[in-house]
């Protein structure tokens, strides 16, 4: 079992910036991945970005590249999805996921994440 507890989220201006923090407990794989997933009111969930915990490739959405960017800190097991120039269509619940064994060719799929936050509030202002 893996526990998965967001922070960071908050109400921001377009343009400004914002850090979210994943940090995962539990009994955490060597072949994991943790990333991000987003979904706004009345739209589906979407990919974000993840990373893969054992390599330390990155892979984005379309979306959020050049502006958001992903990283860990293997000590205490935590994520960090750091969002810049934030627009009001980056309003959504972001949830963070752990893929237990993760390949890389589902790298964006959902159901694939065995683990999921309970998710953090992002708010984004015009």
């Known amino acids: 079992q893996v526990q998965l507890v967001e922070s960071g989220g908050g109400l921001v201006q377009a343009g400004d910036s914002l850090r979210l923090s994943c940090a995962a407990s539990?009994?955490?794989?060597?072949?994991?991945?943790l990333g991000w997933f987003r979904q706004a009111p009345g739209k589906e969930r979407e990919f974000v970005a993840t990373i893969n915990w054992s390599t330390g490739r990155t892979y984005y959405a379309d979306s959020v590249k050049g502006r958001f960017t992903i990283s860990r800190d293997n000590a205490k097991n935590t994520v960090y999805l750091q969002m810049n120039s934030l627009k009001p269509e980056d309003t959504a619940v972001y949830y963070c996921?752990?893929?237990?064994?993760?390949?890389?060719?589902?790298?964006?799929?959902?159901?694939?994440?065995?683990?999921w936050g309970q998710g953090t509030q992002v708010t984004v202002s015009s």
């Open positions: 996921a752990a893929d237990s064994f993760f390949y890389s060719g589902n790298y964006d799929y959902g159901p694939s994440y065995d683990y």
């Open positions: 539990g009994r955490v794989f060597s072949s994991y991945a």
